[in-house]
């Protein structure tokens, strides 16, 4: 059964390109950050939030070489540099690690509503930091959002 265009008054089928594909994208990903927001927190609470981000961090990691290795060859991402490697290794261990086991523990501890609401402030309280730290002067419209 096809779809009928307003226009035609016939029957006819789904223009796949004609879909709002950013739109949906965009709901998808709220969709998947608020369930996942949930699961994380039950995972946390039945086993402990650093449990649930090793699980996290190692199922991604072998979905990420998965990937790379069917479309490259390679489990490895090519033509990257040593020096890339340390700075992608520090920043997965305070963000992967340290960030999300803290996530997952707010999560366990007060709950994904009130964990996702206080996660919510992360712009504000970014540029609070450049200006206190980096002497960054945000004008009127950046404080507006």
Known sequence: MGLS????????HLDWARLPWGELAA???????????????A???????LAANTFKVSAATLLFSAVLLLRQGSPLPG????????????SGGVGLS??????FLS???IGPRRGMLLMSLSPVLGALG????????????????
């Open 5 to 12: 265009h307003p226009d035609s008054g016939e029957d006819a």
């Open 27 to 41: 709901l998808t990903a709220a969709l998947l950050w608020s369930g996942t927001s949930v699961f994380f927190t």
């Open 43 to 49: 995972a946390g609470r039945g086993s402990s939030p």
């Open 79 to 90: 033509g990257v540099q040593p020096m890339d490697w340390l700075w992608l290794a520090l």
């Open 98 to 103: 340290l960030g999300d086991s803290s996530l």
């Open 107 to 109: 999560f366990a501890a």
């Open 130 to 145: 450049g200006v206190v730290f980096l002497g960054e002067r945000p004008g009127l419209w950046a404080w507006a959002g």
